[in-house]
């Protein structure tokens, strides 16, 4: 069985479980730690960041939610093919891409479950995994919708646009992985929203045959 850890978000009311996988070939790389990054920021508990023991983190999900066999499949081939494809092209986050100042925070999967978690539910989204005070907006009040910024996917690979790859170039094996698992995804789409201090949280997210929303998320650095 998947060990999981239910690490309380302290900046609000829910919580967040951290999905690891303690054989993961990335344990021991410098993805492991950009991943554990990302997920230490997101689930803002530092007593995750000293648990190596529990492997290297591979999915995010609402802590009362029970992640299925399959989707827990899926979900370590995401985030493996994520970082891989962000490693291709010289960035840590495929989501941040190149937009990103820092290479520190990697991507890692996110498990939302059934819902209404489409397009102008992002509010949804946050408040289900307790990020929703966590965020930041110009007058310092909640986050809402004009908080969150959309992020066009390309329509040929449907890596985010803050990926800097020329039209001409040809994408690349973890590029093409990558596009082929998120088109196993429905009604995909993408936004960021802005973070504590110089952070932003960013996430792809689509739903699967069962209507089950599920994706990616990472961390970028606009300083």
Known sequence: MTPKLALTHHQAAGAMQVLCDSTSA??????AAAIRTTAVALCRDGAFASNAAAGLPFALAPRNIEVPAEAETFLKQLTRTANAAAASVLCSSILA??????DDFGDVAIYLGPG???????????????????????NGSDASLTATHPIELSAANLIPRTV???????????IQE???LLMRLEDRYAFCVPGPEVLAFYFLLGR?????WMG???????S
């Open 26 to 31: 990335l344990t021991e790389s410098v993805d």
């Open 97 to 102: 891409g190149h937009t990103s100042d820092a």
């Open 116 to 138: 209404d978690f489409g397009p102008r539910h992002e509010r949804d989204v946050l408040r289900l995994l307790g990020l929703e005070k966590a965020v930041s907006t110009d």
């Open 164 to 174: 800097n790859v020329s039209i001409g170039d040809v994408p690349g094996d973890a």
């Open 178 to 180: 990558l596009g082929s």
């Open 208 to 212: 699967d045959e069962e209507s089950r």
């Open 216 to 222: 990616l998320t990472g961390v970028g650095v606009h």
